[in-house]
């Protein structure tokens, strides 16, 4: 009797586990969950926490609530001057409407991940195919992946219950017959932009160096014209002190002007000079009072 009860009570805990089970469960914050209830959707978007269901009735499925990145393959696209670009890039989004993403997708990562890739290839087609190779690789690339993202998260949000945040591209390959040409093309216009460089500094170098020039000519005329001014100014005092010391002795003024003619003249052992014995200069050899005496 005693072990039948037993296997009751064991029976009856049983029950109530698997009751208990199958009416609480959990959601995580960083969960979204939906209700069913025979397959028909009774709660949309359950909030985390602890909740009670319907054992058997109701069915609970939860999704991931992060960020997620759906990863697109590699796809071929034409420039508006029909050059082919190999382009691979990724989205990131997550779970806006849990009911519309449930909805489409049947809340498989898989299948969202997927049908983003598929309008992001068309939507990169249509993108890269307004614009120029230049544009696409360097010139308007973020404004590219910036219309992208707008437009392909507006229509995400309507059909797939998802908000698409970023769109980026992580490589843009060329064809090999294709790489050559460009790589010649981008070769060509640096060495444009290297003879346009070497020709304005040469402008400049001719500017520079004709205001030097310039400033070297105003800079020894501005000498020249003060060293004159100087000069002229020296022998103005030099004349004015020569005219104050004949004024204040004449003679003595006269026979050193001589003296110094004298020294100046017989300097030279082979000096030879034809004067008139009678001439003035050379009163004072005759005369020490410089007399004109006959």
Same mark, same amino acid.
């Given at each position: 009797?005693?072990?039948?009860?037993?296997?009751?009570?064991?029976?009856?805990?049983?029950?109530?586990?698997?009751?208990?089970?199958?009416t609480?469960?959990?959601?995580?914050?960083?969960?979204?969950?939906?209700?069913?209830?025979?397959?028909?959707?009774?709660?949309?978007?359950?909030?985390?926490?602890?909740?009670?269901?319907?054992?058997?009735?109701?069915?609970?499925?939860?999704?991931?609530?992060?960020?997620?990145?759906a990863?697109?393959?590699?796809?071929?696209?034409?420039?508006?001057?029909?050059?082919?670009?190999?382009?691979?890039?990724?989205?990131k989004?997550?779970i806006?409407?849990?009911?519309?993403?449930?909805?489409?997708?049947?809340?498989?990562?898989?299948?969202?991940?997927?049908?983003?890739?598929?309008?992001?290839?068309?939507?990169?087609?249509?993108?890269?195919?307004?614009?120029t190779?230049?544009?696409?690789?360097?010139?308007?690339?973020?404004?590219?992946?910036?219309?992208?993202?707008?437009?392909?998260?507006?229509?995400?949000?309507?059909?797939?219950?998802?908000?698409?945040?970023?769109?980026?591209?992580?490589?843009?390959?060329?064809?090999?017959?294709?790489?050559?040409?460009?790589? /010649?093309?981008? @070769?060509?216009? %640096?060495?444009? #932009? $290297?003879?346009?460089?070497?020709?304005? &500094?040469? !402008?400049?170098?001719? +500017?520079?160096?004709?205001?030097?020039?310039?400033?070297?000519?105003?800079?020894?005329?501005?000498?020249?014209?003060?060293?004159?001014?100087?000069?002229?100014?020296?022998?103005?005092?030099?004349?004015?002190?020569?005219?104050e010391?004949?004024?204040?002795?004449? /003679?003595?003024? @006269?026979?050193? %002007?001589?003296? #110094? $003619?004298?020294?100046?003249?017989?300097? &030279?052992? !082979?000096?030879l000079? +034809?004067?008139?014995?009678?001439?003035?200069?050379?009163?004072?050899?005759?005369?020490?009072?410089?007399?004109?005496?006959?």
């Amino acid at each position: 009797m005693s072990s039948n009860k037993s296997m009751l009570a064991l029976v009856i805990v049983g029950v109530v586990l698997l009751l208990g089970a199958n009416t609480v469960y959990i959601v995580n914050q960083y969960e979204r969950a939906v209700v069913l209830r025979f397959g028909a959707l009774v709660n949309v978007d359950v909030e985390p926490g602890v909740h009670f269901k319907w054992p058997f009735a109701d069915k609970v499925r939860k999704f991931d609530g992060r960020i997620m990145t759906a990863d697109a393959r590699p796809e071929s696209f034409y420039t508006v001057e029909n050059k082919r670009l190999i382009v691979d890039s990724y989205a990131k989004w997550r779970i806006e409407d849990v009911e519309a993403y449930y909805k489409a997708t049947g809340g498989q990562e898989e299948v969202a991940d997927a049908r983003l890739a598929s309008r992001i290839a068309d939507g990169l087609r249509n993108q890269v195919g307004r614009r120029t190779l230049h544009e696409v690789v360097s010139g308007e690339r973020d404004a590219l992946m910036e219309e992208l993202s707008k437009s392909l998260d507006t229509a995400a949000r309507e059909s797939l219950g998802i908000e698409v945040l970023d769109i980026r591209v992580m490589r843009i390959d060329l064809p090999e017959d294709v790489s050559q040409s460009v790589f /010649d093309r981008m @070769a060509a216009d %640096r060495e444009k #932009e $290297a003879r346009e460089y070497r020709a304005t &500094g040469r !402008e400049q170098a001719e +500017v520079i160096r004709a205001d030097a020039d310039r400033q070297r000519t105003v800079l020894i005329a501005s000498a020249y014209r003060d060293s004159e001014l100087l000069r002229g100014d020296g022998d103005a005092r030099a004349a004015a002190i020569y005219a104050e010391a004949f004024d204040q002795n004449p /003679d003595f003024y @006269a026979f050193v %002007r001589s003296l #110094e $003619a004298y020294r100046n003249s017989f300097s &030279g052992s !082979e000096d030879l000079m +034809v004067v008139d014995p009678s001439s003035e200069f050379f009163q004072y050899l005759k005369d020490s009072e410089g007399s004109d005496s006959e």
